[in-house]
Structure formats: structure tokens, C-alpha cells
């Protein structure tokens, strides 16, 4: 009975420690709470080429590539696709939020599925840091200094891309037709007759 007791005081015990191992280990890596980036692509020159904008942002994708504060190389840490207003969010990590901040920096890039290189930065890199917004009960959410802005001749979306040539198989060789059967009928031609010319006109020649 004693053991029974003893086993079942060892067993709450470890319940309790567990469970506070689990929320030290949470409040360590950040309160819970969600990290959203929202922020909007923007087309510099659609308008001047009459470009349908909707066009111009499909296929585009936004991703979030952060590096620590004393390091050179990028990771991304999320992607997000383009609607058709050009509207984007992005969920991170939520260990990157501690203290009240992101612990990398971070930067907005925009990438088309048929390049793995970011597209070009009209207004440089720095213009798409991420930056503090807000916080709800739910969320710490960041945007970006400036819109995303882009061109469609370096940053080409899916609606003018070029179209797919299929390679279809060759098509296979046929035996040669048979030759076409002769229905030649051996009838005699009919004659052909020729129109006799007139008779020459007399010339009156005086005497």
C-alpha cells in the first residue's frame, strides 16, 4: 500500500515538473504569440505601359530573409504569394520575436517562380526592412518602411511568361498507299473537225 502511495506522489510530481519545464521552455522562446508581416506590392510603371495590374502581380511571391545581427548570409523564414491587389501577409517563426523585437534583421524580397534570384530592388534593400506595427492578444504584426515596388520588365509574373512548347513524340511511319487501280476506258477519241476557211475574196482589177 505504501508503495502504491509512494508511486502515485512520484508520479504527480513529475506532472508538475513537466509542465513547468514546458512553460519555462515556451516563455523562453517568446510569449505565443503569432509574428504576421503585412504589406502590399506595388507596379512603378503599369500604368505608363497599360498594363492590367491584376496581370502584373500573378504568379509573384513575397518572401521574408532575415540574418543575425552580426552575420552576412540570409535565410528565409517565410513566403507568401501576391493577390490580385497586390495585398500580401507572411507568417514567421516566433522564436525571430523576443523582448519586444525581431532578434535578425529582416527584409521583404519579391521572387518570380521561374527565377531563384530575388527580383530588383527599385528603391534598394533598406526600403523593405521590416518594421514594428502593432500587438494584440494574439499577434505582434510588422510591415515594411515603403510598398514593395517592382517593374514587370525585371520582375516578370506569371501572365507574361512565355508559353510552353510541347515536344510531342514524332509520329510514326506508314506503309506507302497501294496504287489507285486504272480506269481507263478504251474508247476510240472522237474525231475533231476543223472549220474549212472561206473562200477568198476576187480582187476587180480594171482592164
Known amino acids: 500500500m505504501e508503495n502504491l ?3 502515485g506522489r512520484a508520479l504527480v510530481a513529475f506532472t508538475v515538473w513537466s509542465l513547468l519545464f514546458v512553460t519555462t521552455f515556451c516563455n523562453a522562446n517568446g510569449d505565443g504569440k503569432t509574428v504576421e508581416v503585412v504589406g502590399v506590392g506595388e507596379c512603378t510603371d503599369c500604368k505608363e505601359n497599360n498594363l492590367d495590374t491584376t496581370q502584373a502581380f500573378s504568379g509573384l511571391r513575397v518572401t521574408i530573409d532575415c540574418k543575425p545581427e552580426n552575420g552576412d548570409h540570409f535565410k528565409t523564414r517565410g513566403s507568401g504569394k501576391l493577390d490580385k491587389q497586390g495585398n500580401f501577409k507572411v507568417s514567421l517563426p516566433q522564436h525571430l520575436f523576443k523582448d ?12 518570380t517562380v ?32 515603403e510598398n514593395l515596388k517592382f517593374s514587370p520588365i525585371t520582375c516578370v509574373s506569371a501572365s507574361f511568361w512565355p508559353h510552353h512548347h510541347h515536344n510531342f513524340p514524332p509520329l510514326p511511319k506508314l506503309p506507302p498507299l497501294p496504287p489507285l487501280k486504272s480506269f481507263h476506258h478504251h474508247y476510240p477519241h472522237p474525231p475533231i473537225y476543223k472549220k474549212s476557211l472561206p473562200p477568198p475574196v476576187p480582187v476587180y482589177k480594171p482592164p
Open 100 to 111: 519586444g523585437k525581431l532578434n535578425e534583421h529582416c527584409y521583404a524580397q519579391l521572387r
Open 5 to 7: 502511495e509512494f508511486r
Open 114 to 145: 521561374s527565377s531563384p534570384q530575388p527580383c530588383p530592388s527599385i528603391n534598394g534593400l533598406e526600403s523593405s526592412k521590416l518594421v514594428f506595427k502593432s500587438t494584440t492578444d494574439q499577434k505582434h504584426q510588422f510591415g515594411l518602411k
